[in-house]
């Protein structure tokens, strides 16, 4: 079955570092990925989408990457800020075995301290 | 442009009752998915419906779970008869196409079973 993975243990780093997230997938080919933000209480928030044929995408201060040989999605935030501090969720979808649907990884935490 | 809606908020019910979730759709989306989010787990897709039509519900309890998204009003996601296992957040998204297209999700609705 399909399976999306994300670091489970919270990442903590100091304000101006570069945090990056790891997403991981297996039994899937997904056609994009998407990356959102959720804070406690909230609804997730859109940030990137990458598609198969794309190996990676900016926004202002995020990149993404995305690796299909790799199976793996890699998320950057540049000079982070405790404003950053949130749960990043990586969503696949498209892809035969997919349907309509946006699968979702549990999410990482991120902690930017001052 | 107001985004998702979702109402009520927050919803208590007893083990056997009805809950009624709402959401209205950012003007102009005619696409709408729910999720489910259990405690420490990630969100799990339920249904997705375009207007009058649902077009994927392989993720939603084939018991007692029922959505619409009507010509007019907000779409329902209905569960009967509820258990405790119920009881987590629900929420809502909807996109202007199906597929890869950005969504934007509500709040969510958190339901509590006692």
């Known amino acids: 079955s399909q399976k999306i993975e994300q670091n489970s243990e919270a990442l903590n780093i100091q304000e101006g570092k570069t945090a990056t997230l790891t997403c991981n997938y297996t039994n899937y080919s997904p056609a994009y990925l998407q990356w959102y933000r959720q804070d406690p209480g909230r609804g997730p928030v859109f940030l990137l989408l990458i598609r198969e044929n794309e190996k990676e995408k900016r926004k202002e201060r995020l990149k993404v990457t995305f690796d299909t040989t790799l199976k793996q999605s890699l998320f950057h935030i540049t000079a982070s800020q405790p404003a950053d501090s949130a749960t990043y969720l990586c969503a696949l979808g498209g892809g035969s075995n997919s349907g309509y649907a946006l699968n979702f990884g549990k999410g990482t935490s991120l902690l930017v301290t001052p | 442009n107001a985004g998702v809606m979702q109402n009520p908020r927050h919803l208590v019910r007893r083990r056997g009752q009805e809950a009624r979730l709402r959401c209205s759709p950012m003007k102009g989306h005619s696409h709408v998915y729910w999720y489910r989010q259990l405690p420490e787990e990630g969100l799990k897709f339920m249904v997705y419906l375009q207007k009058e039509n649902i077009i994927d519900e392989s993720g939603m309890p084939k018991e007692r779970f029922s959505a619409e998204f009507p010509k007019e009003g907000p779409s329902i996601l209905r569960i009967q008869q509820v258990v405790r296992g119920d009881s987590a957040a629900y929420f809502c998204?909807?996109?202007?196409?199906?597929?890869?297209?950005?969504?934007?999700f509500g709040q969510g609705t958190r339901l509590t079973v006692v």
């Open positions: 998204a909807s996109s202007v196409q199906g597929g890869q297209s950005e969504a934007f």
